[in-house]
């Protein structure tokens, strides 16, 4: 909708990583609160969080790249970095950010499972406020449909004569010479993603304070509720996310593998807690 929100001269300021900004700095700034409140030292969370979000980038590029290895070229050596562009999979993300929180926490001498059971429900938090970017970019969009939810993305620039940039999901649903100034509407996967995010927050929040009976179960809820989420908002998507496993797309793959994650170490950790605590 709007994938620059100011230019002043030659600097442009971003919807996607404006929104990214943001998301981060809720999420920290809720986990401080939280970190201090159960006397954890907030200096600490805020390294954990900065190192987190520099590690959880180079993790989402580096998937992205992987995983659309087309749309990157040595002709463009800015586009590999360009991340204020678009082009992250958030789950990319999760194996740097957990082995650093791990190896971190075990640094700072505070217990893994329990500390990130308070840090953990920010998460989908921080991501809900990210999708928000990627609505605003025209990315991560969704198939088209006739409900009357749907969303027509705009053509940029509106001058006809201009060829359009932008707005990938007006490029990719309305077709040449481009007479039209809206896309056909599509799904708004931006904002059903962005509403599960919030409720899977609300549900770990619940989780952590009545239900943590023992430490690791909200990571785990958290690893199985979102690889469910995204795997059945994927049959919505129309952005051409590849699929190299059949029918399913690697975005499905992967959610599978995170909710399955998650189950087992649900089914795995009470255990491990019991042996722990009667060594």
């Known amino acids: 909708m709007f994938p620059s929100l100011l230019k002043l001269g030659p600097i442009t300021f971003h919807s996607y990583g404006l929104m990214l900004a943001l998301g981060f700095l809720l999420a920290l700034y809720l986990s401080q609160r939280e970190a201090k ?9 805020a390294t954990l969080g900065f190192w987190i979000l520099i590690l959880g980038l180079v993790g989402t590029r580096l998937l992205h790249i992987i995983m659309f290895s087309n749309q990157y070229s040595w002709r463009d050596p800015i586009g590999w970095i360009a991340i204020w562009r678009g082009g992250l999979v958030f789950q990319g993300a999760l194996p740097p950010a957990l082995v650093f929180a791990f190896l971190y926490m075990r640094k700072k001498g505070l217990p893994f499972w329990k500390t990130s059971d308070l840090l953990i429900p920010y998460a989908p938090l921080a991501h809900a406020v990210g999708r928000m970017g990627c609505f605003l970019n025209g990315c991560c969009y969704g198939a088209r449909t006739n409900s009357p939810w749907g969303i027509c993305f705009p053509r940029v620039p509106w001058d006809t004569s201009v060829p359009p940039t932008g707005s990938p999901a007006y490029l990719d649903h309305v077709g040449p010479p481009y007479a039209e100034h809206w896309s056909y509407a ?30 690791g179960v909200v990571v785990c809820a958290y690893l199985a509720l979102y690889g469910i989420l995204r795997f059945f908002l994927e049959f919505l998507r129309g ?6 496993f059949g029918t399913l797309s690697d975005q499905q793959i992967i ?16 255990l491990f807690v019991k042996r722990s605590r009667a060594a």
């Open 37 to 45: 409140r159960n006397g954890i030292d907030p200096e600490i969370v």
């Open 186 to 215: 599509v799904h708004p996967t931006q904002l059903y993603e962005g509403f599960g995010l919030v409720v899977i927050a609300l549900l770990l929040l619940l989780i952590r304070e009545r239900a943590r009976i023992f430490d």
């Open 239 to 244: 952005d051409h996310n590849p699929t190299h």
């Open 255 to 270: 959610s599978i593998l995170l909710a399955v994650v998650g189950a087992a170490l649900m089914l795995v950790l009470p």
